[in-house]
Structure formats: structure tokens, C-alpha cells
């Protein structure tokens, strides 16, 4: 592989002083697809110095252990950490493994761990050593390049560390260095990480290959231009303002759900103690005090069976709002029913959290012990928090934090069972009895939801609720996705999938048609021709030319900044039908495509200047890159002999002449082709398919301005733009509408 040119590494001042043994010369980013793989990738060469040729067998013999101690052990979504048995093996064996090897592993390691803190669930799919010359490479997937350059340099000073190579003023200095620059880094991520439920929308977006953006914690963009679609959490936005309204507000819910006959529990609204404790003795005990608003549990009293309870919980509910609910107590086990587009998907026992005594530790201890659960990572479950109504249902059971229970003595710390205050969600999907599922999915058309978490309080979800009793107490307007996709125990439920499957069906992937043209020169004229006739045919297109930007026909007036992004920027732009983009295939080859994927390319004739094999890598990314269909060139070698390792691909030939022999034998082999010939008395460009005809398009409908030799290359971009259009799904007739509508070329 030829040279690429690296710019100098930028160090994490934090990290930067650990250098010793190894460390990086300099660094590159390889935006979208490129020569290493099919989306954006860092490279950092690496300095080994004298370790160049030292394996980890020549280290101390503890080395293998000590970096596996540091890196499978960071805590991460993967079992180890992501090292494989394969690495592991090898590091430990008598032969060793290379050094660089050994660095990209911490790299991958590090960026597992600071993705965990994050809530990214989304994998690293590509990482690799390379060679530049005599100096190695580090190579691997990233799609947030600030924090992988800032991993990477933490990684390399815990390597450093472990190689006992640190400088020697540092000797006396902080022995964690490593790990206290790396919880910086994760401390520093989870301010914006992600909510658990927008994480796995995010990740099953990812399986569908549906493109997606992050916008905020909760905030997700999925598809492109007009076949977008935003997601908030589990808000879609097909989610009405209305709906949320309901049930934001209990009461109302509670109303809406009496109107329709649905099981709902007795419930006032009131606002002062005084009027809480007339509510109390009217609606009869037990009894639930609840905020008319709130989420998370927060506020809530449950199961209060005298009236000295009313004005303390109607305190605690009070701050959560003016308004404070008195409601019937309703027994049974608490149940969340999940209904998406309508149609009930899954449901999950919420199993209040509790403790079981063992005779000899505290509740306190035991309650210390229940949060070490693994399983209470803060992303799939939550820590138990010793609340006032942790207290209230220690006091009922007559203990305080520092008595110890007797041995099997279980001790329910909590009547509600909300997962975010320390519940545990098991799913119970099988279980639920046709009718409860019926009632679920009456409710959530009632409120007028597209997602809908229902809150079910009843005794069996295996029975009927008309037979055994049970109530609705809330419903959900941005009901979480995780408590499905991690239950501590049953099945797993793909929620998410359901979810996507209502905006994206089928195998839909919200991608929009891209086309490219690649070339030295002449890529301008077809990608102006293309553009007129996806406007002729009444597309909304993006137009991305080496001279500017613009958007149906006009010129968008962008920064620099933003014109380097600009195919990013404009693939979100949600009036956007199309794009269209010019590409250099030397640039591609040096820096990357900057897209991942292209529906169409164009690929021109190599001008003779320039270097062969830059032109060669970057066609061979961009054929790699190509979803659906290329044109080329009927007489151009060098892209035939390049393109024959990618037969899968449809091909569309371009030639002047009708006898090319190259263009004949594609046609024998019912190929299609773009041609231009003396057709019904005039000149016209032939779209052929085997023998067939499919379409002529006369000259005359082309532009008629300019000399004689602009005109016939112009003719040659049509022909190239035309056999696009097909590509893209226009129809022989639509071309032919779109190049007699009156909508003129881009003027550059």
C-alpha cells in the first residue's frame, strides 16, 4: 500500500507525559468509506523504537498477566471487556504477540469501556495493523473520532506503564495515572450519554442498516432527507402532543380509562392535607398518595393503611406539584404491558426490590450487597436508594438499618415497583391471558398512542382481569424499551425492532438514492445534467460540486467548515429526494469517500497526469461502496479490468457509438447501455436493453447553447446521466418528461 499523508498526532495533555516505550508519530481519519473499510476509520503510525522487534515473550514474564488484569477487567457491555481467548492465548504463550498488536487491544479495550459509560452500544466491526514502509499502523472503526484519539492516548500510557518504560522524572509520580486519566474520559461522557432506551433504538437501527444520528441524550435522527424519521426515547414522531397530554395528567387517564370501560381505580384529586385526609376516609383504605404528575416513581406512596400516613405522603407527592391524587389501593403483582402501532408486543413482572436475611449482616449490609448486583450497572437496572419508603416498609416490618434479619426472612423494601427506584423486571410475555392483551391495546387507542407502556396492577396476568380483578394505574406516553430488551430473567423481547418496524417496514432502511460521479475532470457537467433530470421528474435534489452546494437548482451559501461536511449535513435535510456528488477518486483514495455507501457511480476515463494507483485505490473504494449500479465508459479499459472483481454489481455501459464492440457484447448479454444513434431522422440518445429499444431521446431536448465542442460533451454527460436516472429508479417515460420540463442546468 502506497503512503499516506499524516498529520501530527494530537496528544491528550493528560496522557501525553506516560509516553515512553511506545508511542504515536502521527495520526489520520479516513471519513466514509475508504481503503481500510466501509465507514470512517482513525490510523495512528506508531514509534516503537527499540522495541520494534521485541515480542511480549521477551518481557518480564508478568506483563501478560498484569495487561489482562488492567483491560478485561474495565467494565464494559462485552464479556471481558471484548479481548477473545485467541489474543489471550497468544499473549501468554512462549512465541508472544507483537507489541503493536498488543497496543491496539488497549485501544479497543478503552474505547469499550468509555462506550459503556456512554450507554453506546454500538461495536467496533473493523480493526487491523497496517504497514506504512517499516512502520507499523494501528487502524479501527470509529464514529465519534475526538474520544478515539483521546483513547487512544490513554491506552498508550497504560500500555507504557505496564512496559515499566515510564520517563524517569515520572518515577515518583501517580501509579494510576492510567486509570484516573481514563475515569476523566468516562466522567467527562456521561454527562451526555445516552438514555437506555434511546441507546437501543440506536443499536437495532444499526442491525437494520438504518442510518442513525445522535442529537441529544434521548434524541435520535434515523433515515435520511424526506424518509427520516426522529425518535425521542420511545416518542416516535407519529406520537401525538395530545396523547402525551392524557397521560401526563393520572386523572385524566384515569377518566379516559373509566370512559371507555376499562378496569381503573377509584381516585380523587386534591390540594391540601385536609382535603387528602377527606379523600382518604371517602374512598376507603389501603391507599396510594401520588403527584397528578410524574414520572419514575417519584413521589408515590403505596399501600398506606392509616390515615396518621395521608398528610406525610401527600407532602412527598406535593412537591412533585400543586395537584396530589388520593387512590384505591389496588392488590396484586405490578406488570408493565408494552403495545406498539396498536398491537401488544410484550410484558414484564416489576418485582419490587427486597432483601433476604442470612442471620448475620445488617439490612444495611444486605442492602449494600443487593447493590453490587451486576446487573445494577445503572443502564439495564438501578441501585437501591434508602428513601423514606425504604424506611416506611422497614419500620412495618419492624427493623431498622442496623438490625439483623433473621435467616431466610425476606424483607420487601418497597411497595411500587418502578425499575428506575430499584425494581426488577422479569418478562412474562407467554403469560398474559388474550384478554388482559386486548384491554392493553384498548387503552393505548384510547389515549391515542402509537407506543404505550401500560402500568397493570392484578393478582395473575395469566387470567382474565373481568375474573380475577386488577386495574390500570398510569399509562406510558415514553415507556422504556430496555426493561424488555435486559429482563433480569425469561426472554429477551426485540421492542426496538417492533418499534422500527412501524416506521421502517419491510426491509426499508430510510436510506435516500445517492448517486456519485468520480473522475479527474468532466464529473461537474454529468452531475449538473443528473440533477436537472431528478428535478425535471420532480425530485428534491442535493447537488455537491467542487464549486459550491445547492439545493433544487439553487446555491445554499455554507462556510467552509460546512461545505466539508456537506454530504452529511445535507443527507439530513428532510426535503431532500436525492443527492447527487462529485468525487475525486485520488482524494478518495487519500482521505476517504465521505459517504459510506452510494446508490449509483459514475466513473470517468483517467486523465493521464496524476498517479495510476491513487486513481486505482479510490475506484476500488468507491466500487465497494456502490449498493446498486455503475456506469462507465464502453471503451474504458481500465475500469472494466477493475470492475471485474466486482460482477455482482449491475453495470450500465455509455458509448458514442453503437458498434463499440465492448458495448456489443454487453448488449448480447442483456446488458443495458446508453448509446447515441441516427434514430427516426434524427440524432438521439438510445437507451438499450439487449436488443430492446426501451427509450430515444432526441437531441433537441438537450441545451443548444454553447460551441460545437461544448455541445457534443455535453450530449456525452446526458448519455451518462440518463443511464443514472435509470439506475435510479426513473422510468424511460419520466426521463423523458424531465428533460422536456422547462428546469434549467445548474450554472457554474
Known amino acids: 500500500?502506497?503512503?499516506?499523508?499524516?498529520?501530527?498526532?494530537?496528544?491528550?495533555?493528560?496522557?501525553?507525559?506516560?509516553?515512553?516505550?511506545?508511542s504515536f508519530g502521527s495520526d489520520k481519519l479516513f471519513s466514509g468509506a475508504n481503503r481500510y473499510h466501509g465507514s470512517t476509520v482513525i490510523a495512528y503510525h506508531l514509534e516503537l523504537g527499540n522495541l520494534a522487534a521485541v515480542s511480549t515473550a521477551q518481557l518480564l514474564p508478568e506483563f501478560g498477566s498484569a495487561f489482562l488484569e488492567r483491560f478485561q477487567s474495565l467494565t464494559s457491555f462485552l464479556p471481558n471487556n471484548g479481548i477473545g481467548d485467541g489474543f489471550k492465548l497468544a499473549l501468554l504463550s512462549t512465541d508472544g504477540i507483537d507489541l503493536a498488536q498488543v497496543l491496539l487491544e488497549a485501544i479497543l479495550a478503552v474505547e469499550h469501556s468509555v462506550s459503556f459509560a456512554q450507554h453506546d452500544l454500538g461495536s467496533i466491526a473493523f480493526a487491523a495493523i497496517d504497514r506504512d514502509g517499516d512502520q507499523p499502523l494501528v487502524v479501527w472503526e470509529t464514529s465519534r473520532p475526538k474520544i478515539s484519539r483521546q483513547s487512544?492516548?490513554?491506552?498508550l500510557s497504560g500500555v507504557n506503564e505496564l512496559l515499566g518504560r515510564l520517563p524517569a522524572e515520572n518515577d515518583a509520580g501517580d501509579e494510576n495515572a492510567f486509570a484516573k486519566a481514563l475515569e476523566g474520559l468516562r466522567e467527562s461522557v456521561r454527562r451526555k450519554r445516552l438514555a437506555p432506551s434511546t441507546a437501543v433504538i440506536g443499536l437495532e437501527a444499526e442491525k437494520r442498516g438504518i442510518p442513525c444520528q445522535t442529537l441529544g441524550r434521548q434524541?435520535?435522527?434515523l433515515g435520511e432527507g424526506r424518509l427520516q424519521h426522529h425518535f425521542y426515547a420511545s416518542m416516535t414522531d407519529s406520537t401525538s402532543m395530545a396523547a402525551q397530554k392524557i397521560c401526563a395528567d393520572k386523572r385524566q387517564t384515569n377518566r379516559r380509562l373509566s370512559d371507555l370501560r376499562l378496569p381503573a381505580p377509584s381516585q380523587l384529586k386534591v390540594g391540601t392535607p385536609d382535603s387528602a385526609l377527606q379523600a382518604a376516609n371517602k374512598i376507603g383504605f389501603p391507599l396510594v398518595v401520588k403527584p397528578v404528575r410524574g414520572k419514575k416513581g417519584r413521589g408515590i406512596s403505596v399501600g398506606l393503611g392509616q390515615l396518621d400516613e395521608i398528610e406525610q405522603a401527600f407532602d412527598l407527592a406535593h412537591k412533585s406539584g400543586a395537584d396530589v391524587l388520593i387512590e384505591k389501593f389496588v392488590p396484586g403483582l405490578d406488570y408493565r404491558l408494552l403495545v406498539v402501532g396498536g398491537r401488544f408486543v410484550a410484558a414484564v413482572h416489576r418485582r419490587p426490590p427486597s432483601i433476604t436475611g442470612d442471620g448475620l449482616?445488617?439490612?444495611?449490609?444486605?442492602i449494600d450487597a443487593e447493590n453490587e448486583n451486576p446487573y445494577r450497572d445503572g443502564f439495564r437496572g438501578f441501585r437501591i436508594v434508602k428513601d423514606e419508603e425504604v424506611m416506611r416498609h422497614l419500620r412495618m416490618a419492624g427493623l431498622s438499618?442496623?438490625?439483623?434479619?433473621?435467616?431466610?426472612?425476606?424483607?420487601?423494601?418497597?411497595?411500587?415497583?418502578?425499575?428506575?427506584?430499584?425494581?426488577?423486571?422479569?418478562?412474562?410475555?407467554?403469560?398474559?391471558?388474550?384478554?388482559?392483551?386486548?384491554?392493553?391495546?384498548?387503552?393505548?387507542?384510547g389515549v391515542g398512542l402509537d407506543v404505550a407502556g401500560i402500568d397493570f396492577i392484578t393478582p395473575d396476568i395469566s387470567h382474565p382481569y373481568h375474573e380475577i380483578g386488577g386495574a390500570i394505574v398510569e399509562i406510558n406516553a415514553r415507556p422504556g424499551l430496555d426493561i424488555h430488551t435486559w429482563p433480569v430473567a425469561g426472554k429477551s423481547r426485540n421492542v426496538a425492532g417492533d418499534l422500527l418496524e412501524q416506521m421502517f417496514p419491510g426491509q426499508q432502511t430510510g436510506r435516500l438514492p445517492v448517486a456519485i460521479v468520480c473522475g479527474d475532470s468532466g464529473t461537474g457537467t454529468i452531475a449538473r445534467a443528473l440533477d436537472k433530470i431528478l428535478r425535471g421528474a420532480r425530485r428534491s435534489v442535493a447537488l455537491t460540486l467542487r464549486s459550491g452546494i445547492y439545493t433544487d437548482g439553487m446555491i445554499a451559501k455554507w462556510s467552509r467548515k460546512q461545505q466539508s461536511q456537506a454530504q452529511r449535513v445535507l443527507l439530513r435535510d428532510p426535503g431532500i429526494d436525492a443527492m447527487v456528488s462529485t468525487v475525486s477518486l485520488r482524494q478518495t483514495g487519500e482521505s476517504g469517500l465521505k459517504l459510506e455507501r452510494a446508490s449509483v457511480s459514475i466513473i470517468m476515463d483517467r486523465v493521464k497526469s496524476g498517479r495510476a494507483d491513487q486513481f486505482n485505490l479510490g475506484m476500488d473504494i468507491v466500487a465497494r461502496a456502490t449498493t446498486d449500479c455503475m456506469v462507465v465508459g464502453a471503451g474504458n479499459l481500465v475500469v472494466h479490468e477493475k470492475l471485474s472483481a466486482y460482477r455482482e454489481k449491475r453495470l450500465i455501459l455509455v458509448s458514442n457509438r453503437v458498434n463499440d464492440p465492448g458495448l456489443q457484447a454487453h448488449l448480447d448479454n442483456n446488458g443495458v447501455a446508453v448509446t447515441t444513434q441516427w434514430h427516426d431522422g434524427e440524432n438521439q440518445i438510445l437507451l438499450l436493453s439487449g436488443e430492446?429499444?426501451?427509450?430515444?431521446?432526441?437531441?433537441?431536448l438537450l441545451p443548444q447553447h454553447g460551441s460545437a465542442t461544448k455541445l457534443r460533451h455535453l450530449v456525452t454527460a446526458f448519455q451518462y446521466a440518463i443511464a443514472a436516472g435509470y439506475a435510479l429508479g426513473l422510468t424511460p417515460s419520466q426521463i423523458a418528461v424531465s428533460l422536456s420540463n422547462e428546469v434549467e442546468m445548474v450554472n457554474v
Do not use: C, Y
Open 1 to 22: 500500500m502506497k503512503p499516506v499523508k499524516f498529520t501530527q498526532a494530537t496528544a491528550n495533555p493528560a496522557a501525553a507525559q506516560f509516553r515512553a516505550g511506545i
Open 152 to 155: 487512544a492516548e490513554i491506552a
Open 219 to 221: 434524541h435520535l435522527l
Open 361 to 366: 449482616s445488617t439490612v444495611q449490609s444486605l
Open 401 to 445: 438499618p442496623e438490625d439483623v434479619p433473621r435467616k431466610g426472612q425476606e424483607i420487601q423494601l418497597r411497595t411500587a415497583a418502578n425499575v428506575s427506584t430499584g425494581g426488577l423486571p422479569i418478562d412474562v410475555t407467554d403469560q398474559v391471558h388474550p384478554d388482559n392483551r386486548e384491554m392493553a391495546e384498548r387503552a393505548s387507542l
Open 692 to 700: 430492446e429499444i426501451l427509450a430515444s431521446f432526441p437531441l433537441s
